[in-house]
């Protein structure tokens, strides 16, 4: 089992940047970021396979967030810019295996075998 940490989270205005951090135990092969807001059902927001370091992004993350790896490759970061209100939600990293080859399974939350506990990020108007 992967142990996953995530940080970087915190209160931000609106137009404001985040970098979120999922710190792993050990490399994986495919790194997902969802969120989940109060009330609402948990988000894909974008992903990374691979050791090439495929990308891949939600609508809501296109031309706003940038998925990245370190060369270790255990640690994946979600730069964040021009926040808006309705991006406040717990975030968490998400990591899964080779079977994840492919965008529709990354959007996938039930395709991911370990979860990180999540980072909230609140974004004020």
């Known amino acids: 089992q992967v142990q996953l940490t995530e940080s970087g989270g915190g209160l931000v205005q609106a137009g404001g940047s985040l970098r979120l951090s999922c710190a792993q135990s050990?490399?994986?092969?495919?790194t997902g970021w969802f969120r989940q807001a109060p009330g609402k059902f948990r988000e894909y927001v974008a992903a990374?396979?691979?050791?090439?370091?495929?990308?891949y992004y939600s609508d809501v993350a296109k031309g706003r967030f940038t998925i990245a790896r370190d060369d270790s490759k255990t640690t994946v970061y979600l730069q964040m810019n021009d926040l808006k209100p309705e991006d406040t939600a717990v975030y968490s990293c998400a990591t899964g295996g080779p079977n994840m080859y492919s965008g529709d399974f990354l959007r996938n939350p039930g395709m991911y075998d370990d979860w990180g506990q999540g980072t909230q990020v609140t974004v004020s108007s």
């Open positions: 990374i396979r691979g050791t090439g370091g495929t990308v």
């Open positions: 050990e490399r994986t092969y495919a």
